[in-house]
C-alpha cells in the first residue's frame, strides 16, 4: 500500500514538473512530448491558431548554467530550408519570484561552432512561468547558412547585475532546463500549391455540376421511358378496341423500343456511393516517425483503387500506408469508374520526426467528405 501511495506521488509529481505527455507502444520505447503541444493542438482542432500550417518544437539538445549566464543549445534544424518560416519563438520558464521584482534579460543568438551572432535581444519578463521571445529575424538568418550540423546556441545574462534586494537574482540560475524553440513554418510553394487547389476545386464543382445535370437528364430520359410504356399499354388496349382486327404487332413493337430505352437509361446510371473507413495511427509508426495524436480518424472511400497524399515526408508517407491498409478491409467496391473524392478535409497530426522533436501539422486532402462521378462511362 504504502508503495502505490509512492507511486502516485512521484507521477503527480512528474506531471507537474516534467511538463509532459507519455507516449507508450512506439518502436523506440517510452517517449515524453510537453504538455503545451497538445493544447496547441487541440487550437488547431478548433481552428483557433491559423498562423501556419506547420509548428516544430525543438527542445534543448544541452543546457549549461552559473549563476548569472544561462546557454541552451539546439540542432536539427534543417527543415528550415525545406520549409518557409513564418515565426520563432523561444519558450522559456521562468521560476517563481517572491518579495522581488524581475530584470530584464539579454540574449543572444548565435552558432554554437563558429560563434557567428545571428541577433542580439533584450527581454523584460512580464511574470514568472512561461516566457516567449520572438527570435525570427535570427532563425531566418541562421537558414541562409544552415549546414547539416550546424547548432543554434542562446547564451541568456542579467541586463543590469546588481546587489539590489528589490531586483531577482536568481531568475538565470533559476531558469527551468526545459527551453523550447518553437517554429512556425508553410511548406514552399504555398502559393502555388493553393492556386492549384483552388483549380482542382473548380474542376471538382464543375463535375460535380455536370454530375448532376447527367442524373437530372437520365431521371428525365427515365421518366419519359416509363410515361412511354404507359402510353403504349393505353395504345395496345386502344387499338384492341377500336381495330380488333389490327395485327398486334405493332403495339408489341412500340412497347419494346420504349423498354430498352428505359433499359439503357437505368444502365448508364453511375453507381456513386461513399463508404467509411477508420484509419488507425497507432500501429503506423516507424523509425522516422511516431503519431502521438489522433490515434483513429474516419475517411471516405470512393472505389478501392483511389489516390492518397502522397509526399516526400516519412511521415505523410506513414498516413499513406495507413489509410491503404484500413481500405483493405473494406468488401470489393461496386461503384463505377467515374467515382472520385470531390471533397476533402485536412487531418491535424502530431506526431514525433525522425529526430525526436515534436511536430504539429495539417495534412490537406488526407479526410475524403464526399464522392461523386466526374463524368458518364
Do not use: W
Request: charged share 20%; glycine share 4%.
Amino acid at each position: 500500500m504504502y508503495t502505490a501511495v509512492i507511486l502516485l506521488i512521484v507521477l503527480a509529481f512528474c506531471k507537474q514538473t516534467c511538463g509532459g505527455v507519455l507516449v507508450k507502444g512506439n518502436p523506440i520505447g517510452h517517449q515524453r512530448f510537453p504538455g503545451f503541444m497538445r493544447h496547441l493542438y487541440n487550437q488547431f482542432l478548433s481552428g483557433t491558431a491559423p498562423f501556419s500550417n506547420i509548428v516544430h518544437s525543438n527542445a534543448a539538445i544541452a543546457v549549461n548554467r552559473s549563476t548569472v549566464t544561462f546557454e541552451a543549445s539546439f540542432s536539427e534544424l534543417g527543415f528550415l530550408q525545406r520549409e518557409n518560416l513564418r515565426r520563432a519563438r523561444l519558450r522559456l520558464d521562468i521560476p517563481q519570484q517572491n518579495h522581488c521584482n524581475l530584470t530584464g534579460l539579454n540574449i543572444r543568438v548565435m552558432d554554437q561552432k563558429t560563434g557567428q551572432i545571428f541577433g542580439d535581444y533584450v527581454m523584460f519578463p512580464r511574470h514568472s512561468g512561461v516566457n516567449f521571445l520572438i527570435l525570427t529575424k535570427s532563425l531566418r538568418k541562421l537558414a541562409a547558412k544552415l549546414k547539416p550540423d550546424t547548432k543554434l546556441k542562446v547564451r541568456i545574462t542579467l541586463q543590469n547585475p546588481t546587489t539590489d534586494k528589490n531586483l531577482c537574482s536568481n531568475v538565470v540560475s533559476g531558469l527551468s532546463s526545459e527551453a523550447y524553440l518553437v517554429t512556425n513554418t508553410d511548406e514552399f510553394k504555398t502559393r502555388k500549391r493553393r492556386s492549384t487547389e483552388g483549380i482542382s476545386k473548380t474542376f471538382r464543382r464543375n463535375a460535380e455540376g455536370v454530375s448532376q445535370i447527367f442524373r437530372r437528364d437520365t431521371e428525365s430520359i427515365s421518366r419519359m421511358a416509363r410515361s412511354a410504356e404507359v402510353v403504349s399499354k393505353m395504345f395496345r388496349r386502344a387499338a384492341s378496341r377500336v381495330c380488333p382486327v389490327c395485327s398486334p404487332s405493332m403495339s408489341r413493337s412500340v412497347s419494346e423500343g420504349m423498354s430498352n430505352i428505359f433499359r439503357r437509361s437505368k444502365r448508364n446510371t453511375p453507381t456513386c456511393i461513399m463508404e467509411d473507413v477508420t484509419v488507425n495511427l497507432t500501429n503506423a509508426n516507424s523509425s522516422a516517425s511516431i503519431f502521438i495524436l489522433p490515434k483513429l480518424f474516419k475517411t471516405g472511400v470512393c472505389r478501392q483503387r483511389q489516390t492518397v497524399p502522397s509526399s516526400n515526408d516519412p511521415m505523410i508517407q506513414a498516413l499513406a500506408q495507413a489509410i491503404m491498409t484500413a481500405r483493405q478491409t473494406l468488401p470489393a467496391s461496386s461503384n463505377s469508374a467515374c467515382c472520385l473524392p470531390s471533397k476533402f478535409q485536412k487531418l491535424t497530426v502530431l506526431y514525433f520526426d525522425s529526430m525526436q522533436h515534436v511536430v504539429l501539422r495539417h495534412v490537406n486532402n488526407a479526410k475524403v467528405t464526399s464522392c461523386a462521378c466526374s463524368n458518364a462511362t
